[in-house]
């Protein structure tokens, strides 16, 4: 029997505000002395008071106009009542019944539209950090901005969600809302899969949700490998929470799947709820159509030599052309393979968007052979180099505990910090196999 997969989306993104969701702890956490970012609110101390943070509920409301939302006139705050040790109130300050955002949609390059169900304001959880048979609580995450945008099952394919979550990293940069850094876990996706029948018209009655992966390779794989599970087993299809585990490329049961009501939602007494004016609404309507707008043409013609240079794709390229910073997102595509002329993408791509290289007024051989030219890499001593590896990973211990775990980008941050520490450009390759080999 032949089945269709129907995949819908849970995207958590956080907000780069300066101050966490509710209180004015600073929300720069990452990299951070554990438990640094505290205060009485975000660690749940009792009479602690909550104050909403201004600037995250407007750019909430950005995201979700930018995704062609409807704006709730009326909205308020819910708590989500569950435990869990990075949870220290007992409960997350989220949203239930009267979503910021509703009805959105964002289309795919195949024509297909997928509907944009909610987007909902929350607050981030601690992190667990286990040694050995212990497990340490970090609270500095605790309370930063999060944004969750849920979509309708409208997926039929891994390939399509990759698109969609391409689409929705590239626009909350672009609105300067978020750095949606994946390596950071700045976002984090939330498949939901099931399987009908082909030809069936209604929603299967059970949806499996692969929990917290943060990144596109890995929603690729988790899908595919989550649809083939249900594919091979269709007796073994019920409500649950998964995770990926990728080193045996399978899907891991973590707890069958929790409906709404488990949850005990209810109004937020601390905080009176929101009721906006429409003028209020039209402004950030015309702050993010600012920030939406049409590219310059400097950034158009990096877009353009970008995907003519470059393995990267259309939507990589246009969100890299707007902010180079956002490059080592991509770099793990751009770095396999040479062009026609024998340099590196990764070195091509990185000439383009830094400007070392004319963007008007060469021809295409000329502009090659400077870039060649630039990327001639420089021999380095091997003790100076193990001895410079041996301090990066000694002042990151948290990025190679990330790499061990399975996030595979932790691996290219290392390697940043490793090619700092050397004046000259050397080889990329080298530093990464001499960082794998003192890891394993």
């Given at each position: 029997?032949?089945?269709?997969?129907?995949?819908?989306?849970?995207?958590?993104?956080?907000?780069?505000?300066?101050?966490?969701?509710?209180?004015?702890?600073?929300?720069?956490?990452?990299?951070?002395?554990?438990?640094?970012?505290?205060?009485?609110?975000?660690?749940?101390?009792?009479?602690?008071?909550?104050?909403?943070?201004?600037?995250?509920?407007?750019?909430?409301?950005?995201?979700?106009?930018?995704?062609?939302?409807?704006?709730?006139?009326?909205s308020k705050f819910d708590r989500k009542n569950y435990f869990y040790p990075d949870l220290p109130k007992g409960y997350q300050i989220s949203q239930y019944d009267e979503p910021f955002c509703k009805n959105g949609f964002i289309d795919?390059?195949?024509?297909?539209?997928?509907?944009?169900?909610?987007?909902?304001?929350?607050?981030?959880?601690?992190?667990?950090?286990?040694?050995?048979?212990?497990?340490?609580?970090?609270?500095?995450?605790?309370?930063?901005?999060?944004?969750?945008?849920?979509?309708?099952?409208?997926?039929?394919?891994?390939?399509?969600?990759?698109?969609?979550?391409?689409?929705?990293?590239?626009?909350?940069?672009?609105?300067?809302?978020?750095?949606?850094?994946?390596?950071?876990?700045?976002?984090?996706?939330?498949?939901?899969?099931?399987?009908?029948?082909?030809?069936?018209?209604?929603?299967?009655?059970?949806?499996?949700?692969?929990?917290?992966?943060?990144?596109?390779?890995?929603?690729?794989?988790?899908?595919?490998?989550?649809?083939?599970?249900?594919?091979?087993?269709?007796?073994?299809?019920?409500?649950?929470?998964?995770?990926?585990?990728?080193?045996?490329?399978?899907?891991?049961?973590?707890?069958?799947?929790?409906?709404?009501a488990d949850y005990r939602y209810f109004p937020e007494p601390d905080i009176p709820p929101f009721h906006w004016q429409q003028a209020y609404i039209e402004k950030l309507k015309k702050d993010a159509k600012v920030m939406m707008d049409?590219?310059?043409?400097?950034?158009?013609?990096?877009?353009?030599?970008?995907?003519?240079?470059?393995?990267?794709?259309?939507?990589?390229?246009?969100?890299?052309?707007?902010?180079?910073?956002?490059?080592?997102?991509?770099?793990?595509?751009?770095?396999?393979?040479?062009?026609?002329?024998?340099?590196?993408?990764?070195?091509?791509?990185?000439?383009?968007?830094?400007?070392?290289?004319?963007?008007?007024?060469?021809?295409?051989?000329?502009?090659?052979?400077?870039?060649?030219?630039?990327?001639?890499?420089?021999?380095?001593?091997?003790?100076?180099?193990?001895?410079?590896?041996?301090?990066?990973?000694?002042?990151?211990?948290?990025?190679?505990?990330?790499?061990?775990?399975?996030?595979?980008?932790?691996?290219?941050?290392?390697?940043?910090?490793?090619?700092?520490?050397?004046?000259?450009?050397?080889?990329?390759?080298?530093?990464?196999?001499?960082?794998?080999?003192?890891?394993?």
């Amino acid at each position: 029997m032949k089945y269709t997969p129907v995949i819908g989306l849970e995207v958590h993104v956080e907000l780069k505000t300066n101050s966490k969701m509710f209180c004015r702890c600073s929300a720069d956490y990452f990299g951070k002395k554990p438990n640094t970012h505290t205060c009485p609110v975000c660690l749940g101390l009792p009479g602690a008071l909550p104050y909403p943070n201004k600037k995250a509920i407007e750019w909430c409301l950005m995201i979700g106009l930018a995704l062609n939302c409807e704006i709730s006139l009326f909205s308020k705050f819910d708590r989500k009542n569950y435990f869990y040790p990075d949870l220290p109130k007992g409960y997350q300050i989220s949203q239930y019944d009267e979503p910021f955002c509703k009805n959105g949609f964002i289309d795919l390059s195949n024509k297909k539209r997928v509907g944009i169900r909610r987007v909902h304001m929350e607050e981030d959880t601690g992190k667990l950090i286990h040694e050995g048979n212990s497990t340490l609580i970090d609270f500095n995450r605790s309370g930063v901005p999060l944004v969750e945008i849920v979509t309708d099952p409208d997926f039929e394919s891994a390939g399509e969600v990759v698109e969609y979550l391409k689409k929705i990293q590239q626009i909350v940069r672009t609105l300067g809302v978020s750095n949606a850094d994946l390596e950071r876990g700045d976002m984090r996706m939330e498949p939901n899969i099931s399987l009908k029948n082909e030809g069936q018209k209604e929603l299967p009655k059970y949806r499996i949700e692969v929990k917290n992966i943060n990144s596109f390779k890995l929603v690729d794989k988790a899908i595919e490998a989550e649809i083939d599970r249900q594919t091979q087993n269709p007796g073994q299809r019920f409500q649950a929470t998964m995770r990926y585990d990728e080193k045996t490329n399978t899907t891991v049961t973590m707890r069958l799947k929790e409906e709404a009501a488990d949850y005990r939602y209810f109004p937020e007494p601390d905080i009176p709820p929101f009721h906006w004016q429409q003028a209020y609404i039209e402004k950030l309507k015309k702050d993010a159509k600012v920030m939406m707008d049409k590219p310059s043409e400097e950034e158009e013609r990096t877009q353009e030599l970008l995907i003519k240079f470059s393995p990267i794709s259309p939507v990589s390229a246009a969100t890299i052309a707007r902010d180079p910073k956002f490059y080592s997102s991509y770099g793990g595509t751009a770095s396999i393979g040479k062009d026609e002329f024998g340099t590196p993408y990764q070195g091509t791509a990185n000439a383009i968007i830094n400007q070392k290289v004319p963007l008007v007024g060469i021809s295409d051989e000329e502009r090659a052979k400077i870039i060649a030219d630039l990327n001639r890499v420089s021999d380095v001593d091997e003790d100076e180099l193990n001895k410079t590896i041996d301090e990066v990973l000694k002042e990151n211990k948290s990025a190679v505990e990330d790499y061990k775990k399975g996030k595979e980008n932790a691996i290219m941050f290392l390697v940043g910090q490793v090619m700092r520490m050397f004046p000259q450009k050397i080889d990329v390759s080298k530093v990464k196999a001499s960082l794998l080999a003192k890891i394993k």
